[in-house]
């Protein structure tokens, strides 16, 4: 249980990250921390005890498999978080050029 | 098996990587390649909801059920998912047909086809999904390419407003994620349908937990009440059929659509979340309204409407399920539900013809702010009518399609007994009202518009009209809607699948 | 984007191709052992990287770069699809992504039907995509600076 509550926080301190830090970067960088929490739950949860990587070799011995799913699910939402922050970078250092700073307090041109 | 069910995924999706290949040789080839994919995206939609009835169910790869086991992806078509469809090419392709012109005051025009294709696949994805899961991969699809359109023209303030966008997307997109997670740990399949096979007789706690934040996941993508912060940024700095695209239909494919879904046909139903979603949907129908009223920008005050809109669709269809949970009349439920879903479409065309006025303002006079407008009837007669069909259709004024929508929500709402929320319906309509009616005069009348005369104002290209004309034509429309022979094909289907909320299972996995 | 000092571009004469060919065996073993397209794709990606920092490159060059990136990348996701699609046609049962290539014996490099096929087409779109990524910020700040 002490597994998925340690996700739950990691989670908790990107969500953190994203909210109360002023910078560009660091706040692309906890929503990265987000998505490998996520990432980290989602293999937690696949997890069978005594399970081995669910790949048949040449000396195979069938003893229980882990979740394979879950994997599968991971890779996907790797590449999706790669996309994502892949645009938000290039955002960012747009931002950059045209308000000369990473500081979100001064990036404020919309209002109401 | 209907063969034809992924060619909605398809056809967009092939036609964005094959542009990208090809408009490095034929450099216009992308202004033909989209409206051809997206009317043909419209004619395979008529033909669903005309000539295929029941529900169908596809399965990717062909991998039959093991043990009554669904194992493959499933593609499943029934009645919402054929109106939603239909909203979305409905107003893709008039907007596609908008920014043949519009786009020309941008230097990678062809990138903008490329976005908007992945944009409608992402949409047809997430709406024809029978899984979870694949829900969410095509729905990070539809919000990337929507990332980067807000972001088109690179300004500062399209910028900072994409910015602000993708950190709440992202956020609403890992809270989807994780909860997806917790279904699957709890239950082990992702198929929507074995779900609630799973689950319909539970009733625990943890249920309430992974419902609360789908509400939340969800409503950040639908921007329900508490988590709008974004949309009239992200809505108002978009290049205009962009934001008719947003406004109109991204807001419903990837928000609303899948709360609906999800809340009908997958969690058994609980008097809980039910009161949650109407009574957010009734809180965001009032503070959309109430801050729309200060606005001058014009975008922004569309897309403050946006908010106030979308709270009619979710009290409508909100009601419907607390009527269906209190073990009330199955009648006023349909009815109520039929009222939220008609409001849909009818949001959909109406506010996408406004943000569409909007564009054709700005792409002439340069500014969208309302105090320095006015005077513009006399110069640009097409985009100032339309404009006037479209404000009287979102203020409810009958013959229009809103009045209709609107009405029907409103007899729904004192019928099952709720008279606070009809009170409420009616009270934002007169706000509304008078909203637009500030809209249409400082844009179009206030004074004799001189100053546009030197400027050598005329109406906009012919591209950018007609899908105008076209769309104020669908404002009158579709008031046929409630004419019962023409809702028993439109609008009937859909209200069937969320009345009846055991039977979406049934149909997938049986019983 | 100027390089680094000479060991580390000496280094990186040596190092690179092993990474990249590294890259490659992943991603044609992708049916038989963990890895496959996006792993593999990475870590070729990785190599051009490495490369492009080591060495540095004159702007030019690099646009050049992005641009056939680029093609390649496009190239790759359409044949992916077209693959894809090609279930739909062939073998008339009109199955998305079905596997209609003959599956061979298990444990072959040629065999599982069309997974490998597919995995080389995604390593390629991943490795073009993430080198395009790459540069295209590399080109940026270029830009800028100048």
């Given amino acids: 249980m002490i597994v998925y509550i340690l996700c739950f926080i990691l989670f908790l301190i990107g969500l953190y990250g994203v909210i109360a830090k002023r910078n560009l970067i660091k706040m692309i960088i906890g929503l990265a921390i987000m998505e490998y929490s996520i990432n980290l739950f989602l293999i937690v949860i696949g997890y069978v005890e005594g399970g081995t990587a669910p790949i048949i070799t040449k000396n195979f011995k069938h003893s229980g498999f882990v979740d394979p799913l879950p994997q599968a699910m991971i890779l996907t939402a790797i590449v999706i978080g790669l996309a994502t922050t892949a645009v938000l970078l290039a955002v960012a250092i747009r931002l950059y050029k045209k308000y000369g700073t990473f500081d979100i307090d001064e990036i404020k041109s919309l209002k109401g | ?511 | ?146």
């Fill in chain 3, 1 to 146: 984007m100027k390089g680094m000092t000479i060991i580390v571009k000496k280094i990186t004469q040596l190092v690179a191709p092993i990474i990249f060919l590294f890259g490659f065996y992943i991603v044609i073993h992708g049916h038989l052992s963990p890895g496959g397209g996006f792993a593999g794709g990475v870590i070729m990606a990785g190599a051009i990287i490495l490369q492009i920092l080591a060495n540095g490159n004159i702007l030019n060059n690099l646009l050049q770069e992005e641009h056939g990136m680029e093609l390649l990348e496009s190239v790759a996701i359409f044949l992916f699809m077209l693959i894809a699609v090609l279930g739909l046609l062939v073998s008339g049962t009109a199955i998305f992504f079905q596997n209609f290539v003959n599956k061979g014996v298990w444990g072959n490099l040629l065999s599982a039907g069309f997974i490998p096929i597919e995995n080389i087409v995604v390593g390629a779109e991943v490795f073009a995509a993430i080198s395009t990524i790459f540069i295209a910020m590399v080109v940026y700040n270029d830009e800028v600076k100048k």
């Fill in chain 2, 1 to 511: 098996m209907n063969s034809l069910i992924p060619l909605f995924v398809i056809i967009p999706l092939g036609s964005a990587f094959l542009m990208v290949i090809l408009e490095r040789f034929l450099k216009n080839i992308c202004k033909v390649i989209t409206p051809f994919a997206l009317l043909s995206l419209l004619i395979l939609t008529l033909h669903f909801i005309l000539r295929v009835e029941d529900t169908q169910i596809y399965k990717v790869g062909g991998f039959e059920p093991v043990n009554g086991i669904p194992i493959a992806i499933y593609m499943v078509i029934d009645g919402l998912s054929k109106f939603v469809l239909l909203i979305i090419s409905l107003v893709g392709f008039f907007s596609i047909l908008y920014s043949l012109s519009y786009t020309n005051q941008y230097t990678s025009e062809n990138k903008f086809y490329v976005l908007f294709s992945l944009l409608i696949a992402g949409m047809n994805g997430v709406v024809i999904s029978g899984d979870i899961f694949n829900i969410y991969v095509f729905l990070e699809i539809a919000a990337i390419a929507s990332y980067a359109l807000v972001a088109f023209g690179v300004e500062k303030q399209q910028l900072e407003a994409t910015f602000k966008y993708q950190i709440l997307g992202g956020i609403a997109s890992m809270i989807i994620l994780m909860t997806i997670g917790l279904i699957y740990w709890n239950t082990g399949t992702l198929n929507i349908a074995d779900i609630y096979t799973q689950i319909s007789n539970q009733n625990s706690l943890f249920l309430k937990f992974v419902s609360l934040l789908f509400v939340a996941g969800f409503g950040l993508k639908a921007a329900i009440f508490p988590f709008h912060s974004w949309l009239p940024d992200a809505h108002s700095s978009a290049p205009s059929p962009i934001s008719a695209m947003l406004s109109g239909v991204l807001i419903k494919a990837i928000g609303i659509y899948v709360v609906f879904r999800l809340f009908f046909n997958m969690f058994p139903l609980s008097h809980e979340i039910a009161m949650t979603i109407t009574v957010l949907g009734t809180i965001s129908m009032i503070v959309g309204v109430l801050l729309a009223i200060g606005q001058w920008d014009l975008k922004r005050l569309l897309a403050y409407h946006s908010i106030s809109q979308m709270g009619y669709v979710i009290i409508g269809v909100g009601i419907g399920m607390l009527v269906i949970v209190t073990g009330g009349d199955k009648k006023i439920a349909a009815l109520s539900i039929a009222g939220g879903l008609f409001h849909m479409i009818n949001h959909s065309v109406f506010k996408g013809l406004l943000f569409l006025n909007a564009g054709a303002i700005e792409y002439r006079t340069g500014t969208r702010n309302l105090q320095r407008l006015g005077g513009l009837a006399k110069f640009m007669p097409i985009t100032s009518s339309t404009s006037f069909i479209a404000s009287m259709s979102i203020s409810g004024i009958p013959p229009f399609n809103g009045f209709f929508s609107k009405v029907l929500i409103i007899v729904a709402a004192v019928r099952a007994g709720y008279n606070w929320i009809a009170f409420f319906a009616v009270f934002v309509s007169v706000i509304t009202l008078a909203s637009f009616t500030k809209v249409q005069k400082y844009a179009f009348h206030n004074n004799d518009g001189n100053k546009w005369l030197k400027k050598n104002i005329k109406e906009v290209p012919f591209s950018m009209s007609f899908s105008m004309i076209i769309m104020a034509l669908l404002c009158l429309g579709l008031s046929f809607f409630i004419v019962p022979e023409v809702r028993d094909i439109f609008l009937n289907p859909a209200v069937q699948i969320l009345v009846d909320t055991m039977e979406y299972s049934t149909k997938i996995v049986g019983m």
